[in-house]
């Protein structure tokens, strides 16, 4: 027996009810940042998936990023001298966001295979060897999706492209490369008469005697545009 008189209290009224606003998050997706081993990591930069993709050589998927984002950053932990270190970027076909990957202590190599149009954003890389393979095209131009990279009209700025192969430090360092070869490209322009900004294109390489004695830092293009 609980007590009391058996009646239940009722009363009818009005809830009062507000619209909570919905939080975005938008601003955690503005920098993607990929932090690598203190080994020497063998790394493909691709799409797989519909996402933007870090992977082992061996297909192994490290991370993967949901578009749009503003920039990814991949940074290279450092390595024990005369190891391989490298990230192969694949076609990322257009890519709306900059693009930085940056060596540190030890050899690293970075390897152009596929297209990427990075429509209007940036492209730097630091490493002690970079490479544009055959017949890529790398354009920072801002033009309409899917248009000629080489004769469209500019629809705003052309990124900056920077290649440096100095950041190397250590004493038994050879001297960079950046080899461009046959029929790739580097793009940056805008169309003549643009109200818009071409972007810079730096290939950077140090000159002087490394380990072995001899000059060695190079840059090398090859019949490339």
């Not at 270190?85 to 930085?100: P, R």
């Not at 544009?132 to 080489?150: F, P, Y």
């Amino acid at each position: 027996d609980l007590g009391g008189d058996g009646t239940l209290e009722t009363h009818t009224g009005s809830i009062e009810a507000r619209t909570l606003a919905t939080p975005s998050y938008a601003f955690l997706l503005a920098a993607q940042v990929y932090n690598a081993s203190a080994l020497a990591d063998q790394l493909v930069l691709k799409r797989e998936g519909g996402k933007v993709t870090i992977a082992k050589d061996d297909g192994e998927i490290l991370q993967q990023y949901d578009e749009p984002f503003d920039s990814l950053t991949i940074n290279l932990g450092a390595n024990a001298l005369n190891t391989d270190e490298h990230v192969n970027v694949e076609s990322l076909g257009e890519f709306n966001a900059d693009l930085t990957i940056n060596g540190d202590f030890g050899g690293d190599k970075v390897v152009f295979k596929g297209n990427t149009y990075f429509m209007g954003h940036k492209l730097t890389v630091n490493a002690e060897t970079i490479e544009v393979q055959d017949n890529v095209t790398l354009s920072t131009r801002k033009i309409a999706s899917g248009g000629d990279h080489e004769s469209a009209l500019s629809l705003g700025d052309s990124g900056d492209i920077v290649f440096d192969s100095t950041s190397r430090t250590d004493e038994e360092w050879d001297g960079g490369s950046i080899d461009i070869a046959g029929g790739a490209k580097l793009l940056a322009q805008v169309h003549d008469g643009s109200g818009h900004y071409p972007g810079d294109i730096t290939l950077w390489v140090e000159n002087y005697t490394g380990f072995s004695g001899l000059l060695v830092a190079k840059v090398k293009i090859t019949n490339a545009f």
